[in-house]
């Protein structure tokens, strides 16, 4: 950590030249004696990553930054204030410290919060920042988390863990792929601790992640603007009950939830005999989808299912609790229509449907527009069709 870079006239450096060319300021000569021209770069460009991920952090003078990669893999404001939400009693320990995004919101719910993060310079970032943010009740180990819980004697009321992937090994990973490896290490986090918190990607099977672990008690499933961003496992020690299953959507300080428990999961759905001009067209959000409770949507929300293997409910009415967004169908049309109009706008959407969205638009010519929505999908009786729609809600 280079405490040069938090020089005022550093600072003020990297301000004035947020939006400048990066890869000119890494070829030139640093202005700042003791500074290297990546590490300006770096600062710069790790910043401008941060300004709607950690506005926060972008808007705190001296903030320092890491690698540009370690801002893209830590969590944003908005799903680490959520997954505070969920730390039980008065100590937590994050022992994936990273940046320290989780550690501290965590700090703003608990009393103390011990951060462990193995890089000794990135554990001085964090707590260099966590002092600029005012956060005074995290304390920092530069050491490995799951060494420091194994060999402390303190229990705490909360771990939380967030497993890096060891390598890629394409979209299917086990938890096992990951580090910590918190399968084999899980009796020692239960000897430490009553709750567990386990932070995956959304790419993690929840059936193959249930049979992994053991005394999960919740499973959250978090988006941001349609995009699933994370699964948070909730192991409470002994816990042998039905198992809750929670898609969260966080979007424009806006929180919805579809919660049920996994028992409940199989439930009836009813399907639409024939779509209606001026009815509702409903597009689960990527946090429901993901829950895999296809018909529970229909049967919680009171909508109709277009398909057995189309994702998307038809209603005579708007539902704003709904999780996912809403279309108004103005025109049902076929694809011979469609090769008669010559003036066809819209955003083009795909399900279950045999053609891509891109080789629609260059076939059918169709020009973007922000506000109109050709949906290209299938209903019941097996026919494909077109709905022409405009946007109600998208969120």
């Given at each position: 950590m280079n405490n040069k870079l938090l020089a005022q006239a550093v600072q003020d450096y990297i301000n004035a030249n947020l939006n400048a060319d990066v890869n000119q300021i890494a070829l030139a000569k640093s202005p700042f004696e003791g500074i290297s021209p990546a590490e300006l770069a770096t600062q710069i460009t790790a910043k401008k990553k941060s300004e709607k991920k950690l506005p926060s952090w972008f808007k705190t003078e001296k903030i320092y930054y890491p690698p540009v990669l370690s801002i893209e893999q830590t969590?944003?404001?908005?799903?680490?204030?959520?997954?505070?939400?969920?730390?039980?009693?008065?100590?937590?320990?994050?022992?994936?410290?990273?940046?320290?995004?989780?550690?501290?919101?965590?700090?703003?719910?608990?009393?103390?919060?011990?951060?462990?993060?193995?890089?000794?310079?990135?554990?001085?970032?964090?707590?260099?920042?966590?002092?600029?943010?005012?956060?005074?009740?995290?304390?920092?180990?530069?050491?490995?988390?799951?060494?420091?819980?194994?060999?402390?004697?303190?229990?705490?009321?909360?771990?939380?863990?967030?497993?890096?992937?060891?390598?890629?090994?394409?979209?299917?990973?086990?938890?096992?792929?990951?580090?910590?490896?918190?399968?084999?290490?899980?009796?020692?986090?239960?000897?430490?601790?009553?709750?567990?918190?386990?932070?995956?990607?959304?790419?993690?099977?929840?059936?193959?992640?249930?049979?992994?672990l053991r005394h999960v008690s919740e499973i959250h499933i978090v988006s941001v603007r349609n995009e699933c961003k994370e699964l948070l496992w909730v192991i409470d020690k002994g816990y042998k009950n039905d198992i809750k299953i929670k898609a969260v959507t966080l979007n424009n300080e806006i929180e919805k939830d579809f919660s049920f428990y996994i028992s409940s999961s199989n439930a009836s759905v009813h399907f639409t005999d024939r779509l209606n001009i001026g009815e509702y067209l409903y597009e689960p959000d990527a946090a429901l989808l993901k829950s895999g409770a296809f018909n529970l949507i229909g049967a919680t929300y009171g909508l109709l299912k277009l398909h057995p293997q189309t994702q998307l409910f038809s209603a005579d009415s708007i539902k704003t609790d709904f999780p996912g967004r809403i279309f108004k169908i103005e025109a049902i049309l076929n694809t011979a229509e469609l090769k008669k109009d010559t003036r066809l706008k819209g955003n083009v959407i795909v399900r279950n449907y045999p053609a891509k969205p891109e080789d629609l638009v260059r076939k059918y010519k169709i020009k973007a527009d922000q506000n109109q929505f050709l949906v290209f999908t299938k209903i019941a009786n097996g026919e494909n069709v077109i709905l022409k729609g405009s946007i109600i809600q998208y969120y």
């Open positions: 969590s944003s404001e908005v799903t680490a204030a959520y997954k505070s939400k969920l730390a039980n009693g008065d100590t937590l320990i994050d022992i994936t410290g990273g940046f320290g995004i989780d550690s501290y919101y965590f700090s703003q719910k608990v009393k103390t919060v011990t951060h462990c993060e193995i890089n000794p310079e990135l554990s001085a970032i964090a707590q260099h920042n966590a002092q600029a943010l005012h956060a005074m009740n995290i304390e920092f180990q530069a050491e490995d988390g799951i060494a420091y819980i194994k060999y402390n004697d303190a229990c705490f009321d909360t771990i939380y863990v967030d497993p890096a992937r060891r390598a890629e090994k394409g979209k299917v990973f086990m938890l096992k792929d990951c580090t910590p490896d918190v399968v084999s290490n899980l009796d020692l986090l239960l000897e430490k601790s009553s709750r567990i918190i386990i932070k995956t990607a959304p790419l993690l099977d929840i059936s193959a992640g249930l049979s992994a």
